[in-house]
Nanobody, 125 residues
Framework: EVQLQASGGGLVQAGGSLRLSCAASGLTFDDYAIGWFRQAPGKEREELSCFGVNEGTPYYADSVEGRFTISSDNDKNTVFLEMNDLKPGDTAVYYC??????????????????WGQGTLVTVSS
């Protein structure tokens, strides 16, 4: 059974940083694409950054490239999202998710097969 457990959210001032963690079980990063998504109040869920399978570099959405960095500890089956220079517009529930059969759209919200429970990030101005 695939399980994803996101953690690390909290309240931070604009310009600050947070590091999110996603502990995964029941899958291997060699076979699944995995990444981070968020949903702000009143908005649709959006992709942020993902590792594909056999992809050279991770995917980043334009909205976070240069500020957010995805990384992983494969020994611990954990994926991280380092978020810097946070803005009030980054306030959202952040989710990790995994795609069991990744294709070219491996970081698309609709292609994810498993979702973690979400962790709330609130950025104050």
């Amino acid at each position: 059974e695939v399980q994803l457990q996101a953690s690390g959210g909290g309240l931070v001032q604009a310009g600050g940083s947070l590091r999110l963690s996603c502990a995964a079980s029941g899958l291997t990063f060699d076979d699944y694409a995995i990444g981070w998504f968020r949903q702000a109040p009143g908005k649709e869920r959006e992709e942020l950054s993902c590792f594909g399978v056999n992809e050279g570099t991770p995917y980043y959405a334009d909205s976070v490239e240069g500020r957010f960095t995805i990384s992983s500890d494969n020994d611990k089956n954990t994926v991280f999202l380092e978020m810097n220079d946070l803005k009030p517009g980054d306030t959202a529930v952040y989710y990790c998710a995994a795609d069991q059969l990744p294709t070219a759209d491996y970081c698309s919200v609709r292609h994810q097969d498993y979702w973690g429970q979400g962790t709330l990030v609130t950025v104050s101005s």
